[in-house]
């Protein structure tokens, strides 16, 4: 059983269109993070939200922290094909950093 | 260089064959980890060193896994008598723990291939 659940596994749509990934939990998380991974290529962290009920928007992703801090989300406006790639959340519960199996998006024009 | 660097790239070895995969976290980042990633997944955790504590080994799959970190820095992953079910990328990665975050830097890793 993962500790952080992310859905869904896979996610194909067209240019243009909104989607949102989610990631859940039944553990309490000081803080969630949210990273972006293209092929060949090592993970890149894209946010870090840290306070139950917060918000942050990097150009066309807005991100959410759950109020109780046990899940998050990734919201992605209009989505572009250059937003292909698996998205992964990842949270601390202790000491270690453990990652959700991840979500990959492919965005076609 | 001011990334996490890992070599080599890419590893081609003959099952039972033992393997080394080397890790150079960024300097000063007392934290660094290993995880495991087939193709299209999300990352298994294998082992987390942070500073001189004793390592988290938990998440190696077997015996035959082990890493050690020298100095507080460089690490290696050993895997002795390879499967090929050991066949997939490795990553590692480094942090600078801070109280309220662990944001972890990642190297692109090294594709292992067991036949």
């Known amino acids: 059983t993962q500790l952080l659940e992310q859905s869904p596994q896979f996610l194909s749509i067209q240019e243009g269109e909104n989607l949102t990934v989610y990631c859940n939990s039944s553990s309490v998380f000081s803080s969630l993070q949210w990273y972006r991974q293209e092929p060949g290529e090592g993970p890149v962290l894209l946010v870090t939200?840290?306070?139950?009920?917060e918000v942050k928007k990097l150009k066309r992703l807005t991100f959410q922290f759950g109020d109780a801090r046990k899940d998050s989300s990734l919201h992605i406006t209009a989505a572009q094909p250059g937003d292909t790639g698996l998205y992964l959340c990842?949270?601390?519960?202790?000491?270690?950093?453990?990652f959700g199996a991840g979500t990959i998006l492919r965005v076609k024009s | 260089g001011a990334g996490v660097s890992q070599s080599p790239s890419n590893k081609v070895t003959e099952k039972g064959k033992d393997v080394e995969l080397r890790c150079d976290p960024i300097s000063g980042h007392t934290a660094l980890y290993w995880y495991r990633q087939s193709l299209g997944q999300g990352l298994e955790f294998l082992i987390y060193?942070?500073?001189?504590?004793?390592?988290?080994k938990s998440g190696l799959p077997s015996d035959r896994f082990s890493a050690e970190r020298t100095g507080g820095s460089v690490s290696t992953l050993t895997i002795q008598r390879t499967q090929q079910e050991d066949s997939a990328v490795y990553l590692c990665a480094s942090s600078s723990r801070t109280l309220m975050n662990t944001e972890a830097f990642f190297g692109q890793g090294t594709r292992l291939t067991v036949v």
């Open positions: 990842a949270g601390a519960p202790g000491n270690k950093l453990v």
């Open positions: 060193f942070q500073g001189n504590s004793a390592p988290d």
């Open positions: 939200v840290v306070t139950g009920g």
